[in-house]
C-alpha cells in the first residue's frame, strides 16, 4: 500500500479516516496527522462537484459508499485546500463488510490526479468553441458578400437584360430570354 502510486485511504463504519498511503499524503497535499485527524463534519479542505458547485462531506464518494454499501467508480471531486488552486481527482470507493454485519464495516478509497486531463479537455473545449465562432463568423461575411455583392450584381444584370429585350428586336430576344432564367435561377 506505501508504493501505490494512487491515493488510498481507509474509514471506519462512522466516516473517520483511519489509515492512508503516502500517495495520499502527497495528493491531497496534507500530513499523515492531518489526513488520520480528518473529521467528515470538519475537513481540512474544501470539495466541490465536477460542475464547481460546492459538495458537502456526505456526498464525497467515500462517504456515500459507506452509506449506501453501493460502490463509487470514477468519481471526479474538485479538492482546494486553503486558498490553492483545486485539485481534481478521480475517487474509486469499495465498501467493506466484517462478515457478522450487513452493513459496511469501513470503505477503502483510492484516488488519482486527474487536474492535467480536465485542463486539457477545458482547453479543447475552448478551442472548439473558438472554431465555431470563427466559423459562424465566416457564415456571416459570406451570407453578406452574396447578399450585398452577388445578388445586387445578378439584379443589376437582370434589369439591363430587360433594357436590351425592351430596345432589340424580336427576333434576337431567345438568347436573351435564356440568359434572364439563368439569372433568375
Partial sequence: ???????????????????????????????????LGWDVAN????????DGTPLGASE???????????????????????????????????????GRDPTPSG????????????????RIRELVRHIEDAREKERQELALLLHEGL???LFSARLALRNLLRDLPHEQHSALLELSAIIDR
Avoid: K
Avoid at 481507509?10 to 466516516?15: A, K, L, M, N, V
Avoid at 479516516?17 to 496527522?33: D, G, H, K, V
Avoid at 464518494?61 to 490553492?84: C, H, N, W, Y
Fill in 107 to 122: 470503505v477503502v478509497g483510492t484516488f488519482v490526479d486527474v487536474t492535467a486531463q480536465r485542463e486539457s479537455v477545458d
Fill in 43 to 50: 475537513p481540512h479542505w474544501q470539495t466541490v462537484g465536477e
Fill in 60 to 98: 464525497l464518494p467515500v462517504i456515500r459508499a459507506l452509506r449506501t454499501g453501493v460502490p463509487e467508480r470514477g468519481q471526479v471531486v474538485g479538492i482546494r485546500i486553503a486558498d490553492t488552486l483545486v485539485r481534481w481527482i478521480s475517487v474509486n470507493a469499495q465498501p467493506l463488510y466484517n
Fill in 1 to 35: 500500500l506505501h508504493t501505490m502510486a494512487e491515493g488510498l485511504v481507509i474509514h471506519d463504519r462512522e466516516g473517520r479516516l483511519i489509515e492512508a498511503n503516502p500517495a495520499a499524503e502527497r495528493l491531497l497535499c496534507l500530513t499523515r496527522s492531518q489526513l
Fill in 151 to 153: 445578388a445586387q450584381d
